[in-house]
């Protein structure tokens, strides 16, 4: 009998649990307590390139955790950041029935928990999702006074909150503020869970640190009751790859040394992009623990601002503008989310045409790639696959991007450059029809 987890010729899924473990599990099977399909049903072969892409470091997250603090603790504790990793992102939104049904119906997000506050900093309600080990908060103000109102009036529907676990909330504040963080709230607990609120290096941005009850999965927020009939969530989208951020001019290095200086993070790219009359400047940060990367850009001040400008203008200054959700199969996801409503940005077909002599492609052909309208780029590590959805912001400013990586820790940059040069061809050709 074929043990029917070697069967080669079977379609298996991936599982992931809350410590980001993974799992090869055969399509007949039921889904385990306290495991969520990362990658739905494909090929063996493609399951386990899959895990070994995305389970690149094979200890338990809380083991992880605990060993960076004990490093830390060893080094002398004062030299070293708390150890940190992420928790949630929050939404402020000004309509949260319309965002939680965008983010399940179109996204295959599943809501899984909920909360209602009130008191002196005011009142809303919010709804914790999650995909893989994705989880969002979607929070709308019910008064005037809770911060999302303000917030909302001022930039619309956007991130206000990258949320950071720590096994002892109140040392990983004390070393941040030694470091020069802003702080937002002391620290404080209730129902067993441990909270800080310390100030982000992005406008309107904060970070909240919590430390959750021992007996609490990876999943607890605080404040939050959990939905007893929860439904499974309906999608592959595994990780934030992650948060693109934009500043104004002259903030792109301050924005990052004030990550570098707080919490350990590390540069991993940097690159000044300039096409045509246009130019940005670039800045990848990650945190210690690799799993909180933000992408920060800054309009070059010696060009025209172009659409980072129109993005600053329309937001009311820097944040967020968007997250990218990482997944295994990209084709796959992208017909899946387009199923779904989803919209994505048109890429020109001159792209594809120039895309052999730019790029050999190591998965997806180039006609899959064209019919879906993804885009591709490599880096010395290899190669990414990437596309960004068509906002339905009102303010056209927080949209999202799906990536898929083989090997590539970069972010795309190629593919400004690809799609420019791509869209002015695209020009060039309408004039001289034109003209004829």
């Known amino acids: 009998m074929t043990n029917p987890f070697e069967d080669t010729d079977a379609e298996y899924v991936v599982l992931v ?3 980001a473990q993974y799992s090869l599990w055969p ?33 338990p997250r809380s083991l992880a955790l605990r060993m960076a603090q004990d490093a830390r603790d ?7 950041p708390a150890a940190l990793t992420l928790s949630h992102t929050e939404l402020y939104v000004a309509d949260l029935d319309r965002a939680v049904a965008e983010f399940s119906e179109g996204y295959g997000f599943a809501a899984f928990a909920d909360a209602e506050s009130r ?7 919010s709804v914790a999702l999650r995909q893989g080990g994705i989880v969002l908060v979607l929070t709308q103000a019910l008064d005037e006074v809770h911060p999302a109102a303000s917030f909302v009036a001022r930039h619309g529907d956007g991130v206000a909150d990258i949320a950071l676990v720590s096994p002892d909330v109140r040392a990983a504040f004390a070393e941040a503020v030694r470091r020069s963080a802003g702080v937002l709230a002391e620290p404080a607990e209730r129902d067993g869970y441990v909270t800080a609120v310390l100030e ?38 595994t990780v934030l790859d992650h948060v693109a951020v934009t500043v104004e001019a002259g903030r792109l290095a301050p924005a990052t040394a004030y990550y570098e200086r707080v919490f ?4 991993v790219y940097e690159e000044l992009m300039v096409q045509g009359r246009e130019a940005m400047d670039s800045r990848a940060v990650r945190s210690p623990a690799g799993d909180v990367t933000f992408t920060v850009l800054a309009p070059s001040a010696d060009h025209d601002p172009g659409h980072i400008g129109d993005f600053l203008e329309r937001h009311g200054g820097g944040g967020v503008h968007h ?28 792209y594809y045409d120039a895309m052999s002599e730019r790029i050999q492609l190591l998965r997806h052909t180039p006609e899959a790639l064209r019919a879906a309208r993804i885009l591709a780029d490599e880096d010395h590590d290899g190669q990414l696959y990437q596309i960004f959805t068509r906002s339905t912001h009102p303010r056209r400013t927080l949209f999202f991007e799906i990536i898929e990586r083989a090997g590539a820790d970069s972010f795309g940059g190629g593919n400004v450059r690809a799609l420019y040069e791509a869209v002015q061809a695209e020009k060039a050709a309408s004039l001289v029809g034109s003209a004829r």
Request: net charge negative.
């Open 17 to 19: 649990n809350e410590e």
């Open 27 to 59: 399509v007949f099977a039921a889904v385990p307590d306290g495991w969520t399909v990362a990658l739905p049903a494909t090929t063996r072969q493609q399951a386990l390139d899959f895990v070994e892409a995305q389970w690149t470091d094979m200890r």
């Open 74 to 80: 060893a080094a002398g504790g004062a030299d070293a």
């Open 119 to 125: 008191g002196p900093g005011g009142a809303a309600r």
């Open 200 to 237: 982000g290096g992005f406008t309107d941005v904060r970070h909240t640190l919590v430390q959750r009850p021992l007996d609490t999965d990876g999943f607890g927020l605080p404040g939050f009751t959990e939905r007893p009939d929860a439904a499974a969530p309906d999608g592959d989208l």
């Open 264 to 267: 350990g993070y590390h540069g």
């Open 323 to 350: 997250l990218a959700f990482a997944t295994g199969d990209i084709i796959g996801s992208v017909a899946r989310l387009r199923a779904s409503g989803v919209e994505f940005l048109p890429t020109p077909d001159r």
